[in-house]
């Protein structure tokens, strides 16, 4: 596109719409390519239902390949969309898809909205890569990022016209100081236009089932909750520091989508815990269906940094898991992406740092390190799947322990692809210790949609026991019982319950073992007998009506 600034400058731009563009050779900047296939991708499948509880994976197609290079969408079609299917998650989200200049900023640093990034592969392969995942159940969802651009002008949006108020804001308010990018101007016609038609490309040319909106908290404030620390008090939410007009777009957004396409998932990345922001526009909420609950991995990362073993709070826990607002959905995670990055540690590393590198072969003796962080790896995600929301996400790699770090080629690590990439192939080795935990996450995502705890009610906790370290909770007929105390084992322990009669695996007042952290198959002990029969009783405990002993 050329345009003639007011000033009589002639500019070169790529059109704001460009559906395909491609960066040739040790070029700077990408160049808009006309896309129109000879024989463009039919969709062959139908979109599945919305799930009723949310398993997601959180994925990176150029990081999905364990060689050092940008993998494709063809190789994440068929070679990891069978591993998510196996795994039993029912949801994928998609990072780093609408392109990017730079990829070292893992797709948030946005140049053309409209285009599927080409350096994956083409705009039909996509299609492809979605189709395939609906015909094997699995909805799509796309990380879209609204909350800011790019600051490229030859191949962004920037300086579009000449101006720095073509697209954002003008002047300071247009600029976003810790990101070092531009921001939007949600109260222009044109932006609001430009935004959400976005949207709607996105799931009618590529077949999306919805939206993870990325930096709502930016998006919500002002002051973009830089330097912020929100205490839930209600005057931090309402007031003049709220973009009233950000609020609007993202009511519109969530309208468009749920008008036009029902069964479409809009999930919001906010930090702040703004009320009414899951609730439906009707009601005067923000319309979204799920929040992801951004203080879980916070919590488990400050207890594994800062806490030995038997200091850890159980109450603590339980709180953070269950803090939600009323009636909103919470997608819970014990990590994401963020934790994977270079600067950061993900669970698997805080717990077993260095020794993952010398002690995961099944052929050596468990060290006390190893084996605690297999046995506490299996613990956290399980109680942050079952008890932490109406939803559950993890980022690819973390269900296995991944042992290395994310980080992008760039100029401070010499260009170097070596930790951009994942390494699936150590689950597939039967003498490393990673297949455990690769195993347990299938099994417990299929005990999940066996059982639906994640469309039940909030959980019943009856025991959060300090001295003990014993949580135990109750969701969709299951009972749920942790032993966090890092050297003591109980028999006979006492455990209240209101199952009595015949329920989900239970027949006669019968309790029965369905999912064991300690099992064999898991990497555990085995210190249970899963042919064991537990009868709950007439017995009054922890304010409960019936009790059992395990």
């Avoid at 222009?188 to 959400?196: H, K, P």
């Avoid at 990439?421 to 417990?444: A, I, V």
């Avoid at 199952?499 to 952290?517: H, M, N, R, S, W």
């Amino acid at each position: 596109v050329v345009i003639r600034s007011k000033s009589g400058e002639i500019l070169y731009r790529i059109s704001p719409w460009a559906k395909y563009v491609t960066r040739e050779g040790d070029n700077v900047n990408y160049d808009w390519i006309h896309w129109d296939p000879e024989h463009p991708y039919k969709f062959k499948h139908s979109k599945p239902k919305k799930p009723r509880g949310l398993r997601i994976y959180e994925s990176h197609v150029g990081i999905s390949s364990y060689e050092g290079k940008i993998a494709s969408y063809k190789h994440f079609t068929c070679n990891v969309l069978p591993r998510i299917k196996d795994l039993g998650y029912n949801c994928i989200q998609m990072m780093a898809i609408m392109e990017h200049a730079y990829y070292a900023s893992f797709g948030y640093q946005i140049t053309s909205f409209f285009a599927a990034s080409s350096r994956y592969g083409t705009p039909e392969e996509l299609k492809e890569l979605v189709d395939t995942a609906h015909s094997m159940g699995i909805t799509v969802l796309l990380d879209v990022v609204h909350s800011h651009a790019s600051k490229n002008s030859e191949d962004g949006l920037n300086m579009f016209d000449g101006t720095d108020s073509c697209y954002f804001h003008s002047g300071p308010r247009g600029n976003h100081d810790l990101w070092d990018s531009r921001l939007f101007a949600y109260s222009s016609w044109e932006v609001l236009r430009f935004l959400l038609s976005n949207i709607r490309w996105w799931v009618e040319e590529y077949g999306f089932d919805g939206f993870r909106f990325d930096g709502v908290t930016s998006m919500l404030y002002h002051h973009h909750g830089m330097g912020q620390g929100f205490s839930g008090d209600y005057h931090e939410y309402f007031g003049l520091q709220v973009d009233e007009d950000a609020l609007i777009y993202l009511m519109l957004a969530n309208h468009l989508i749920h008008t036009l396409y029902p069964d479409s998932i809009t999930v919001a990345e906010d930090v702040s815990g703004m009320p009414a922001l899951c609730s439906p526009i009707s009601q005067g909420g923000v319309g979204f269906d799920y929040r992801l609950a951004m203080a879980i991995p916070d919590k488990w990362i400050q207890l594994l940094k800062e806490f030995k073993d038997e200091d850890w709070n159980m109450g603590n826990i339980v709180y953070t898991l269950t803090n939600r607002r009323y009636l909103e959905k919470c997608i819970a995670y014990a990590e994401s992406h963020d934790q994977a990055l270079v600067g950061d540690k993900t669970l698997a590393f805080w717990l077993m740092d260095a020794e993952m590198y010398t002690n995961m072969s099944v052929l050596t003796p468990f060290t006390p390190v190893i084996d605690r962080g297999i046995q506490l790896h299996k613990m956290i995600r399980l109680i942050t799947h079952a008890l932490g929301g109406e939803g559950y996400l993890n980022f690819m790699g973390n269900e296995f322990g991944h042992p290395e770090w994310l980080d992008f080629p760039r100029k401070g690590n010499n260009e170097s692809y070596h930790y951009a990439r994942r390494q699936f192939h150590l689950t597939d080795d039967d003498l490393l210790r990673y297949k455990f935990l690769n195993n347990f996450d299938r099994d417990m995502n299929k005990l999940e949609e066996r059982c639906g705890w994640l469309s039940a009610p909030q959980a019943h906790v009856s025991e959060k026991h300090e001295a003990n370290k014993i949580i135990a909770f109750e969701r969709a007929g299951l009972l749920f019982i942790f032993n966090f105390h890092p050297s003591k084992s109980y028999t006979d322990y006492r455990v209240g319950t209101t199952l009595l009669g015949k329920y989900p695996f239970c027949c006669c007042c019968t309790f029965k073992i369905v999912l064991d952290t300690d099992a064999a198959e898991y990497g555990g002990h085995q210190r249970l007998d899963h042919n064991t029969d537990f009868f709950s009783e007439d017995f009054k405990h922890n304010e409960r009506p019936y009790s059992l002993l395990v």
